[in-house]
Each structure stands twice: as C-alpha cells, then as structure tokens.
C-alpha cells in the first residue's frame, strides 16, 4: 500500500515522519477546525441565516471588510515605494529600516494596539496635531484602517523586493537605448513585472487584516453598529454563551475571506498568463 | 548561490575595474545614469518613504518606550515587582517553553516526509500545514472552547473527570499551539527540498544509520533555518493575545500572559504598567529582529 503512494527512496523515516505529522495535524489542527464546522452544521439554516442578517452583524462585516481593504491598499502602495527605496537608492541607514519593516511581525499586536491608541488619541504624539486639523483617529474607523495598516505593513514589502530585485538591467538598458524615458520603463516595464507579486502582498496583508484582533481592539472604542468589527463580535458572542452566534459569524467569516482569497488568486494567474510571466 | 542572486549588479561592479571588492548592489551614483532616477527624484522617494515608516512604525515603537519610562526610571521598575506581573512573566516563559520543543519535533518531522519523499498528496499536505496562518486568531481560541468548553462536546466529560483545558493553562498552550503550528515546518520544508538528498544518501550508502544520517548531515545543513523558525515561532508564541484572550478566562496570577496583562492594566489606567510590560515584549521584538536579520545574512552566504 505504502509502496503504491510513495516512490522508492533508500532514505529511512517515511512511515515514522510522515505518521507523527499527520497524527499532529489531525490533533492540533484539523479535528479542532472540524469540530468547528461541524458544530455550524448543527444550526439550523433558519437560525444561521437570521443571526447572520442581523443589522449589527452585517454593519460588523461591511466595517471589517472595508477597513481591511482599504489598509491593503494603502500598504500595497507604500509597501511598493519602501520596497523600491531599499532595492535601488543606497542611502544611510538602510540596514535598520530594512530590519525594522518587519517590526509589525515581531511586536505583539496587543502592544501596539496600546501604543498606536497613545500615539493617535488626541493627546497623542501625533492624535494632538491632528486634532485641530478636525481629524479623529482613536475610537473612529480610521483608527481601525492604522492599527491594520499597521498590521499588514511587511507583507506588502517582502513579497515585491526579491521581485524588484531581479529584475534584470539589460530590459532597462534596451528600452533606454530604444528612448524609453523612466516613466515609460517604469508603468510599461518595472510595474507589470512586479504587479503579481504586489497582487500577493496585497492579499496576504488583506486576509491578516480581516481576522485581526490585538491591534485593533485598543484604538476602535468598540462601539457596536459604528466601530465593532467581527472578531470583537464573535467574542462578545462567546462571552454570552451564545456558542451558536459566534461559529455562525466565524464559519461565514472565514468562508467570505476563503472566497475573495480565491478570486484574488485567480485574477493573479489571469495576469501571470497575460503577460508571460513564469 | 550568494553570487547568483546579485549576479546583474555584482557582475557589473567587477568589470568596472575592481570598484567593488565584495560582492554587493553598487550604490546608484556608480550604476549607469540612465537605468535610474534623477539624483532629486531619489531624494523625494527616499523622504516619502521614510517619512511613511516614521509615521506607521518608528513613533508607535518609541511611544512604548516614552510612555514605559513617563514618570521615571524608578516608578517603571517598580511595575516589575508587582507578583501578578511576575507571574504573568512566568507563564509566558512556560507557555513558549512547552510549545517550542513540540512544533520543532512537528517542523522537522514534516520537512523530512515532505522534502526527502515523492508522494500522492504533497500539495495538499503542504496547504493544510499553512492552514493556521490564515485563521483569525479569535477562531484559533473559538475551536477549542468549542472541543473543551464547559459546553463544549468534551465538556461534561472533562468536568467527571476534574479536568480543566479551558480557563487554565492548557488552553492556553493548545491555541498557543496552533497559532505558532506553521512557523518551523514553513521555513524547513523548502530548505530543504532546495537541498536536495544527496548528501543524505551517500551517508546511507557509507552505512550510517538514519539517526546518524539525520543528526550528522541534516541538522547541521538546516541549523541556520531551524533557528530562524524558532525565532519566529517564540516571537509569536510570547506575543500572541486574540488566541489566547478567548482561552484564558483572564484570571489573575493564574492564567494571564504578559500580553493580556497588558490589556488588563491598560483598562485599569495603570498605563505606566501596561507600557512597562510592554516595553518588555517590544525589547524583545527588536532583539529578535536583530538575530532575524543576522541569521537571514549567514542563511545567504
């Protein structure tokens, strides 16, 4: 049977590794996800349906989603420009940024979540300037779009710097010699090139930011119907006992960032294929 | 391999007489004018960006600092003799004690079936391994309150039997668990597919056992990786709070880590000791950001 799954190999271990990953997987992954869903299988699609089309839960997942994406987009273009400045320009310092992009990774989200809340609140390092301006970031959904902003910083970067990074200099040369100007190069050449992989930090810091928690709880105030985004809501739903509400709202969660997932991934090798990109 | 990665730049820099002994990216001034932007250009995109990063991380990280230190050296010590702090302390260092070991064995384990054998399914496998990343953390703390909750399908069987997993220090290491699965296994398995079998193979045919194969050719050649995912995965495993903050049940002294003590002292207006303990989480961020860094550099060479 083993010899049918597996080919010949004069290594040892396969049964005794491959049998200690699949029983940790089942244990510590995959029976608890099932029981998950098996558990939203015993609500009624009656019931699964009406908790899922309350007014706060459907102002909860427009606020999450939103605020997720719009912070992705906000990442996907700075992501792009600090991933530029660090391939390219050489200037000092460069060593510390490029160690501190991933900052956001290291530091425990609750942490910043405190430290962007005192940063943004209106006695805030930076909350105090913007205040007069007439701008509110703490307890608001724009406190929100930072903290995932925030979140999904790294993604963005990490995944186009080896792109950026190998693109070669001779398509550059060619197009100068043939009087490309760097605007030319840069939307007909550099930019096409790299989209892919801004499409992967894209989605990557978008699916963090939908499920994030830590980072957010701190600065949005919480309030439900305004600034309550969907992890917060499967909490309180917990907090109540209500074991029913909280899978509902969390199987439906992840099957709505499943799909977009998805979508995007397709849209991804639509594009790969159009431009001839290996 | 180090040569091939920055073969267009390093190639160039030597041809031009030797400018560049060691092999790195030339510095703009010495690339071709034409293949890059105008000097003012570069300065803009240069301030744009490090405006950006001084916006988004460089002020929240010196926020812990400032706010950890507001009222003196000496009212910040003083939060670390608070006993719930401590323990707090402890137990963190206790929750990423057990967990480390665990995935290590899981992530070499996966990495060795995965990298060194052909079978039906690797893909799969290798997806399902990921899987924990793209989980809300509040889901990875719901799925086991729903196994071992008080109403959970093993509740009232936990409860015959005096077991408690949820609001004790269980449930804290299985979502602990389950948030830092992917972390050793991610950076080992294409390590050490890229390195092939060959080595291993030859020690098996000089007639090495497989433990002596795996502990005198494997583990030295993945030991930089290895690292790396250990780092990664105490990183997350001490700083992890949604998981957790669903599991815990938030008791004092009992079943609190530093991040959700954090949050408790946070709500209860003590910030210099929320930032305080804060600043201990942040240091050691940027310490693992330091070994991060100096560890991908020798993984390059």
């Known amino acids: 049977m ?8 004069i290594l040892p271990g396969f049964g005794l590794s491959m049998g200690f990953t699949l029983a940790y997987l089942g244990f510590v992954v995959l029976i608890p996800l099932s029981a998950m869903f098996l558990k939203a299988l015993s609500i009624s699609p009656a019931d699964f349906i009406n908790i899922i089309i309350n007014p706060r839960t459907l102002a909860a997942f427009r606020l999450t989603f939103t605020t997720a994406f719009v912070s992705a987009l906000i990442n996907a273009i700075f992501g792009f420009l600090v991933a530029w400045v660090l391939v390219r320009y050489d200037f000092w310092g460069k060593k510390i940024i490029d160690a ?58 990490r ?3 080896p792109v950026l990074r190998e693109i070669e200099p001779d398509m550059e040369e060619a197009a100068v010699s043939l009087g490309a100007n760097r605007a030319q190069i840069f939307f007909k050449i550099i930019l096409p090139t790299a989209f892919p992989a801004l499409l992967t930090g894209f989605s990557l810091a978008f699916a963090r930011s939908i499920g994030e928690y830590g980072s957010v709880v701190f600065i949005s105030g919480n309030m439900p119907m305004k600034t309550e985004i969907i992890p917060l809501l499967i909490v309180t739903k917990l907090e109540q006992y209500d074991y029913a509400g909280a899978v509902a709202i969390a199987v439906s969660m992840l099957v709505v960032s499943f799909i977009l997932l998805f979508l995007i991934n397709v849209l991804q090798w639509r594009l790969g294929r159009h431009l001839h990109i290996p | 391999m180090a040569a091939r990665t920055t073969s267009p730049y390093s190639v160039r820099g030597r041809s031009m007489g030797g400018l560049l002994s060691k092999r790195k990216l030339l510095p703009p001034a010495k690339r071709k004018p034409l ?22 991380l460089f002020i929240p990280l010196s926020v812990v600092f400032l706010k950890a230190f507001e009222k003196g050296i000496w009212i910040y010590l003083k939060s670390f003799t608070d006993p719930e702090a401590l323990n707090a302390i402890r137990l963190t260092l206790f929750v990423t004690a057990v967990v480390i070991p665990l995935n290590v064995l899981f992530g070499l384990a996966a990495a060795w079936a995965i990298a060194k054998f052909d079978f039906k399914g690797k893909n799969l496998l290798t997806t399902l391994i990921d899987l924990p990343f793209s989980v ?37 290491v299985l979502a602990t668990l389950f948030v830092t699965f992917p972390f050793v296994a991610r950076e080992l398995i294409p390590l050490m597919q890229a390195q092939g079998s060959d080595e291993e193979e030859a020690g098996m045919t000089l007639g090495a056992s497989g433990f002596q194969t795996f502990f005198h050719i494997t583990l030295p050649n993945i030991r930089w990786g290895l690292l790396y995912g250990v780092i990664l995965l105490s990183a997350r495993a001490m700083g992890e709070f949604g998981a957790v903050s669903v599991v815990s049940g938030h008791i004092r002294g009992q079943t609190n880590t530093v991040p959700l003590h954090v949050e408790i002292l946070y709500n209860e207006y003590n910030f210099i000791g929320a930032f305080a303990m804060s600043s201990l989480l942040a240091l050691f961020g940027l310490v693992t950001l330091g070994i991060k860094s100096y560890v991908e550099r020798r993984m390059r060479q």
Do not use: C, M, N
């Not at chain 1, 083993?2 to 190999?9: C, P, T, V």
């Open chain 1, 2 to 9: 083993k010899a049918a799954l597996k080919q010949k190999s």
């Open chain 1, 100 to 157: 501190l992009v991933d900052l956001p990774f290291a530091l425990p989200t609750a942490v910043a979540g405190i430290t962007l809340t005192a940063a943004f609140s209106s006695h805030g390092v930076i909350g105090r300037w913007l205040e007069p301006l007439g701008i509110k970031v703490a307890y608001t959904p724009l406190g929100i779009i930072i903290a995932l902003t925030f979140i999904g910083f790294p993604f963005v970067v």
């Open chain 1, 159 to 161: 995944t186009v710097e």
């Open chain 2, 35 to 56: 293949t890059t932007e105008a000097p003012w250009v570069q300065a803009l995109l240069i301030a744009a960006a490090l405006l950006y990063l001084g916006f988004i």
């Open chain 2, 136 to 172: 809300s953390p509040i889901i990875s703390g719901l799925i086991f309150v729903l196994l071992f909750g008080a109403h959970g399908w093993f509740g009232p069987w936990l409860r015959e039997h005096d077991i408690k997993i949820i609001f004790a220090v269980p449930g804290i």
